[in-house]
């Protein structure tokens, strides 16, 4: 038996041991780049790769602000998430649409829609202005959306989408984000606790992001998440995607936030927005 | 006469008095949201708002990397410049192909082709993998470049769409940055001067960005040079626009660029795209 100064000794000295071995505390590169998320947000597919069930749904509609959807889908992508794009937008004959158009004029084409997909780990609802107010109102997709809801691991929203959230009851007692537009206001009305100066907010399974861009950050913080197995908490896959995506952002200058905005600019921004109502339109969303 | 010494006093307290009337140094809500760039790099368009020529072309193509596409795309349009995504893929029977499928398996519908439009004021060439490779040894493709060239404003790359231009010939002798991919030699390789450590580089009328996400800073550059008549150099119109895209970014870790990334994990992603021989590839692409 060692004496017990010996083991104190050995006790004081080993974390020193592990650290000095710090080079075998990552994968190695075939572990990493093949490294499976746990849980597993990927979707379920058959033999012949054709989708079951699962996944990450970005919902998709006409009006949607495409960064809001395709920041979150590019993240995932890049961590082999194989994300997809769903579609909550009917045309005249009541068939889902599969070419959604962005309020910027883009039209993408959605990988699945609401009619056809009923379960999936998690789910991403993109905001934009006025026709996500609408998308707010729509019986349909907020049924859809309470009962996708309730088997996912994590409902999310990016930017004005908490209001897609909120009007589906989803945000009631939780800790929430937004965009800036009259962001603490407007998540009060939904019955959330607004916390719109983080960039983004994990309550329970509700994750919510602030506007457009933050929608890469969140989607990174999941990442980070689900692939905690990679010896470093997660840090070492993390810092893969975002080389993958060359993410170390340089704005030319300072914004970006309310406070970092000049306040000329800010109340130029918020009159264009309240000019055309769209705030007036949104106090009025009830909670279904 | 004022005396020589009150002459004096006057010219100390002048810049004073200006920046005491500080909140006049901007344009008014309407201005600011109505301001036209200058110079005027939106596309020209007839009594029916068709199309005529010019304006701001991303060029998207079968193995495009989507947000080096769509962060540029949604920048722009958040500026109301009104940008158009270009097809240069063709199908099976030679026509240039209207939806797009990104290595991300995303699907975008271009607004134009390269067969249709024959000058642009500003042209945005984004990367990819070896699709991107590909399309750097496509003559068509780089002789539609350098025709277009001749009369843009500003030729622009995201990510490895530098190699493209670089095949093209139009990074010769000139400043530019790149994908952190092998950038400094990949660079060389095009007879450019490697910068690969700036997140993007004006070198004339060649402005280059870095990878992926360096799209969005790139852009947003561009949008502050102008809008200078905002009457704050472009600053309070780019704070408009990074506000719209609440671009104030957090990531969750440091990263994203490779003096910030865990060596492991920087040679691990190295080693997977050097595993497929892309750079090899690349060094291989002639300057036609």
């Not at 930017?159 to 962001?183: E, F, I, P, R």
């Not at 840090?235 to 080389?243: E, G, N, P």
Request: net charge negative; charged share 15%; with cysteine.
């Amino acid at each position: 038996m060692l004496p017990r100064s010996l083991l104190l000794i050995a006790a004081t000295l080993l974390p020193l041991a592990a650290s000095a071995t710090d080079p075998a505390r990552h994968l190695s590169r075939e572990e990493l780049i093949a490294l499976a998320p746990s849980p597993d947000i990927r979707p379920t597919v058959d033999a012949t790769k054709q989708y079951v069930s699962g996944g990450i749904g970005i919902l998709i509609y006409d009006g949607v602000n495409a960064m809001d959807a395709l920041g979150p889908y590019q993240t995932f992508s890049s961590a082999g998430l194989r994300p997809m794009l769903i579609s909550a937008t009917k045309d005249a004959q009541g068939n889902y649409k599969s070419v959604i158009t962005s309020n910027s004029n883009m039209q993408m084409t959605a990988h699945r829609n609401i009619g056809n997909t009923t379960d999936l780990e998690v789910l991403v609802v993109p905001g934009g202005a006025f026709e996500t107010a609408l998308l707010a109102t729509n019986t349909e997709v907020l049924n859809w959306i309470k009962a996708v809801d309730r088997n996912t691991i994590w409902t999310t929203s990016v930017c004005t989408g908490s209001w897609v959230l909120g009007a589906a009851g989803l945000l009631q007692g939780k800790k929430a984000t937004s965009n800036w537009y009259h962001a603490d206001e407007l998540l009060a009305h939904f019955g959330a606790i607004p916390k719109s100066g983080q960039r983004y907010v994990f309550d329970g399974k509700i994750i919510t992001g602030a506007g457009v861009t933050a929608g890469i950050d969140m989607a990174l913080a999941l990442v980070k998440k689900v692939f905690q197995n990679d010896l470093n908490g997660g840090r070492d896959y993390t810092q893969a995607v975002m080389l993958e995506l060359q993410y170390d952002p340089r704005p030319p200058i300072k914004g970006g936030a309310p406070e970092k905005t000049d306040p000329a600019v800010f109340d130029a921004m918020q009159w264009m927005y309240d000019y055309f109502g769209l705030a007036d339109y949104v106090r009025q969303i009830p909670i279904q």
